[in-house]
Structures are given as structure tokens and as C-alpha cells.
């Protein structure tokens, strides 16, 4: 199947500063992303969906100017944390799509944030 | 609410029992259904999905499930599970946009 990678896998940093996670689809042309958080024993709860060359599209409850998306390519779109706080450390996980929009997502490894 | 629900939060089994998992969800319409599974330590990967014709779909590693329309359901089954199944397994639905709902998960412990 087709590969998403994530980088990094984890990362900590301080609180107050900002940590941007890269997603690429390896061999093929993602037109859309998606970003997850995930909570310990919880599922995987979308945050925002971005279509190349537009604006993501957050879900409710999703601050847009704390969590960063830019997909400025079919191949790689970043998350990126601003402000980094405590409640903010969680495990992100993107994953991508194809042009069929009911296709199946491949996912990235998952990226374990953890803000000291 | 709309919602994806998977019964069993931690199942233990023994080498050769037979697997089912539970999932619900609660959307009408039209739903594209997936089971995806999660090994230690690495990233979710595609078992198997439905989106029309035979209900039973069979996917890899000897997995399959039944879509139930009337009961709302996609169990996933195997007959005969191994200590290598030990993972935590994900029920998703597709709304056919971009919206992907996932269960909570149920984690599989497959004792050797």
C-alpha cells in the first residue's frame, strides 16, 4: 500500500515555544490530509482536513491559529503547534488520501508530542 | 449525537480462540465502513472495508466482517486468532466527505 510518513515520531520541547510535524505521502499524490489527535485509550479525534493549495478546514473546538496546517504541496503537509503548553502534549497522527474521496486513508506512524 | 462505538475497550484471548469485535455507529444513510488495526508501535494500517454489495468482506490475515444495515453493525471476526493479532483495532465510517469517524478502539491481547 501506499506509504505516509511523519517526522518527527517525538519531539519535547519547552512550553511556549512552537514544534511543526511533517506528513508526506511517499509514492503517491495526496490531495487531501487529515490531522488526528489522539488521547491515551481514546480514539483518534479529527482536528482539521487540508486540501492542497487551500485552507485547512477545522473542526469544532479546534483553535486555528494555536494548530497550524499548511499543505502547500500534494505530497507533504506540516502541523505546527504554536505556543506550546502542557495540555497541548498528545500523540498527532495525520494520514492522506488520493483523489477518490470514499478511499481508503493510509496513515502516518504518529508523531508523540510532550511539552515539559 | 452521530457516533462510532466499539463495545469492548481491552479483549484477552488465547491462541486459536475465535475473535469478534463489536461495532456500532449511528448515522443514516449511506456509510462506508472500515476496520483498521494498530501493532505495537506502528501506525494504523487498513484490515479490511466495505462499501457495497457482499456484507461479508473478507480482509488480510484471515480477518472479515459483516455489515448489518439493519442493525447498524460491521463486527470483525476471525476464527481462530494468533499471538501476532495483538494490537489495538480501530471501526471507522466514512460519510462519503471528508468526514472519517473512529471508534475508540479495542485493544486485543492474544496470550501465547
Known amino acids: 500500500g501506499a506509504v505516509v510518513s511523519q517526522h518527527p515520531s517525538w519531539v519535547i520541547c519547552k512550553s511556549g515555544t512552537s514544534v511543526k510535524i511533517e506528513c508526506r505521502s511517499l509514492?503517491?499524490?495526496?490531495?487531501?490530509m487529515f490531522w488526528y489527535r489522539q488521547f491515551p485509550k481514546q480514539s483518534l479525534m479529527l482536528m482539521a482536513t487540508?486540501?492542497?493549495?487551500?485552507?485547512?478546514?477545522?473542526e469544532q473546538g479546534v483553535e486555528k491559529d494555536k494548530f497550524l496546517i499548511n499543505h502547500a504541496s500534494l505530497t507533504l503537509s506540516t502541523l505546527t503547534v504554536t505556543s506550546a503548553h502542557p495540555e497541548d502534549s498528545s500523540f498527532y497522527i495525520c494520514?492522506?488520501?488520493?483523489?477518490?474521496?470514499?478511499?481508503?486513508?493510509?496513515f502516518g506512524e504518529g508523531s508523540r508530542l510532550t511539552v515539559l | 449525537a452521530q457516533s462510532v462505538s466499539q463495545h469492548n475497550h481491552h479483549v484477552i484471548l488465547s491462541e486459536a480462540a475465535s475473535l469478534e469485535l463489536g461495532c456500532n455507529y449511528s448515522y443514516g444513510g449511506t456509510v462506508n465502513l472500515f476496520w483498521y488495526v494498530q501493532y505495537p508501535g506502528q501506525h494504523l494500517q487498513l484490515l479490511l472495508k466495505?462499501?457495497?454489495?457482499?456484507?461479508l468482506v473478507k480482509g488480510i490475515k484471515g480477518f472479515e466482517a459483516e455489515f448489518i444495515k439493519s442493525k447498524f453493525s460491521f463486527n470483525l471476526r476471525k476464527p481462530s486468532v494468533q499471538w501476532s493479532d495483538t494490537a489495538e483495532y480501530f471501526c471507522?465510517?466514512?460519510?462519503?466527505?471528508?468526514?472519517?469517524?473512529f471508534g475508540a478502539g479495542t485493544r486485543l491481547t492474544v496470550k501465547p
Open positions: 471507522a465510517v466514512n460519510l462519503g466527505n471528508n468526514d472519517m469517524r
Open positions: 466495505y462499501f457495497s454489495g457482499d456484507p
Open positions: 494520514s492522506a488520501r488520493g483523489a477518490q474521496v470514499t478511499g481508503e486513508l493510509f
Open positions: 509514492d503517491f499524490q495526496a490531495t487531501t
Open positions: 487540508s486540501n492542497e493549495g487551500s485552507k485547512a478546514t477545522y
